[in-house]
């Protein structure tokens, strides 16, 4: 096949981690014959530099012209300034809505051989294999902000048809996963919240009644997310309440370092990112962890591109990277030697070439 893919490095480790995930997908192109045309731009602190926007126009016409993005990180004390006027977390704002991606995918798996980075126990962790579908253009986040001498608002709204969508884009995931969505809201408080089910209740007896729904408060999901992680196959919830429960989940795994993420729209591109902002602590020294960027390849090939044999490839073969040992300095054992970026990838492609 062939596809247009643009790709935003970003800063920090976003340019390390990315150039692996650039080998494995070109690993890729070579075995099953496609033909990605990889086209680079500029997003966040690095934009800012060289044009003085984080999301410059040429950006967002490379990715809009694209069948998917794959972004690396954006941020970095040089652009740290919280009242600077222009700062890096705005481009990833921008090409959100540019793009209209208004589903944030996150999957969480727990690999055996890496409990050991996670500070939950070994038993509390075996078969968790979930996914938190956030709503990502709407809610309090987006909503009117007032400030006055003494007080302050932030208004929540969300739209039925906000809603369905969200809904629909979790329940076709759960369709072809264990069929078990959970739906994550405050109904006993909030108003937004009412709507939200109601919604929810509505599209998945219509449209869905092959997949189990269940509702769940959020303060209830928060503990069961630590008690009985497996229970879950899909979360879908709403903007704030997401952001919330995916650091919490991503915790599950041990490190972000091995989370992928996509957001998406309605149409089939998408943008593809690992979880990890850029990590400027160890930014430069070629000691970051690509898995989660190489995973995001993966999701990027299913959902962007319905190549599902080869991102079942892509993620069997980080499985055995990992599982030969090769662990970069957030996954490793205390007193064990660390993988270097580019080992860590070499791992990658040695499997890939074997499956
Ligand atoms: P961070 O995710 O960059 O780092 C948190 C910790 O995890 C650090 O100790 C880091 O070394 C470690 N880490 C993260 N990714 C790793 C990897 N792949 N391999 C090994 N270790 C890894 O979060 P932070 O320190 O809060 O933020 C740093 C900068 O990143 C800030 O400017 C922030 O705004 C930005 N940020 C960007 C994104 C994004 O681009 N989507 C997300 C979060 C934070």
């Known amino acids: 096949m062939r596809a ?3 790709v935003l490095p970003g800063d920090g480790i976003g340019p390390e981690v990315v150039a692996e995930a650039r080998r494995v997908l070109a690993a890729v192109a070579d075995r099953w014959g496609h033909a990605f045309t990889l086209r680079e731009a500029l997003i966040g602190g690095a934009a800012i530099d060289a044009t003085g926007t ?12 694209a069948d998917a993005v794959l972004l690396g990180a954006v941020g970095g004390p040089k652009w740290d300034d919280p009242r600077g006027k222009v700062r890096p977390e705005q481009g990833l704002l921008a090409i959100r809505k540019g793009l209209g991606l208004y589903a944030n995918m996150r999957p969480v798996a727990v690999t055996p051989k890496l409990a050991h980075a996670s500070p939950l126990r070994p038993d509390l962790l075996a078969g968790v294999d979930l996914v938190v579908v956030r709503e990502l253009t709407g809610g309090i986040y987006f909503g009117q902000k007032v ?3 003494d007080h302050a608002s932030d208004l929540c709204l969300y739209t039925v048809p906000e809603v369905e969508r969200i809904v629909r884009t979790a329940a076709r995931l759960a369709r072809g996963r264990r069929k078990k969505l959970t739906s994550v809201d405050k109904a006993n408080v909030l108003e937004t919240s009412r709507l939200w089910r109601e919604v929810t209740e509505r599209v998945m007896k219509q449209e869905f009644p ?3 729904l269940s509702h769940m408060l959020v303060d209830a999901c928060a503990m069961h997310l630590i008690r009985k992680p497996a229970d879950f196959d899909v979360i879908v919830t709403e903007n704030m309440f997401g952001d919330i429960l995916t650091d919490e989940a991503s915790m599950l795994a041990g490190s972000m370092g091995m989370l992928p993420s996509a957001s998406l729209g309605d149409g089939k591109r998408g943008l593809y990112e690992p979880i990890h902002g850029s990590a400027p602590d160890i930014a430069g020294k070629g000691i970051a962890n690509p898995y989660a960027t190489i995973l995001s390849v993966a999701m990027l090939l299913r959902h962007s591109l319905e190549l599902e044999t080869e991102a079942r490839a892509i993620e069997a073969a980080v499985g055995k990277a990992i599982d030969r ?14 993988a270097s970026t580019e080992a860590a ?5 040695e499997a890939l070439r074997q499956s």
């Open 54 to 65: 984080a999301l410059p126009d040429e950006t967002l016409e490379i990715s809009r012209a």
């Open 147 to 149: 400030r006055e001498k």
């Open 4 to 6: 247009g893919i643009a």
């Open 325 to 338: 040992g090769v662990l970069t300095g957030d996954l490793a054992a205390a007193g064990t030697k660390a």
């Open 345 to 349: 990838g070499d791992a990658v492609l």
């Open 210 to 212: 092959d997949v189990a």
